[in-house]
Nanobody, 128 residues
Framework: QVQLVDSGGGLVQAGGSLRLSCAAS????????MGWFRQAPGKEREFVAT???????????DYVDSVKGRFTVSRDNAKNTVYLQMNDLKPEDTAVYYC??????????????????WGRGTQVTVSS
């Protein structure tokens, strides 16, 4: 079994920055994809960003349009950790952010249904 522990959320003013971290533990995680989703009150969980393992030695990143140019997702496979650097935060970024990972291939890496493992979530609140 794999456990994901996400952290780094907090309260920040609009225009500020936060860095989220997600550490995986348990059995060796050969993640095809490892990234972040978020869920605001009254809304469905939505894709934010993910890292997709490629050719066995590198990964590429994918982002939802609303965070492109502001958020950067990165991954350290040696530490089984994924990060989300969030800059120029906006009030609409307020949500609980969840780390997610999957070992399968195929399907859409933007779909929450394609992920097998989830963190408990970390709250990000951006004040105007």
């Amino acid at each position: 079994q794999v456990q994901l522990v996400d952290s780094g959320g907090g309260l920040v003013q609009a225009g500020g920055s936060l860095r989220l971290s997600c550490a995986a533990s348990g059995r060796t995680l050969s993640s095809n994809a490892m990234g972040w989703f978020r869920q605001a009150p009254g809304k469905e969980r939505e894709f934010v960003a993910t890292t997709i393992w490629s050719y066995g030695y590198t990964y590429y990143a994918d982002y939802v349009d609303s965070v492109k140019g502001r958020f950067t997702v990165s991954r350290d496979n040696a530490k089984n950790t994924v990060y989300l650097q969030m800059n120029d935060l906006k009030p609409e970024d307020t949500a609980v952010y969840y780390c997610a990972a999957r070992s399968r291939t195929g399907g859409s890496t933007r779909s929450a249904n394609e992920y097998d493992y989830w963190g408990r979530g970390t709250q990000v609140t951006v004040s105007s």
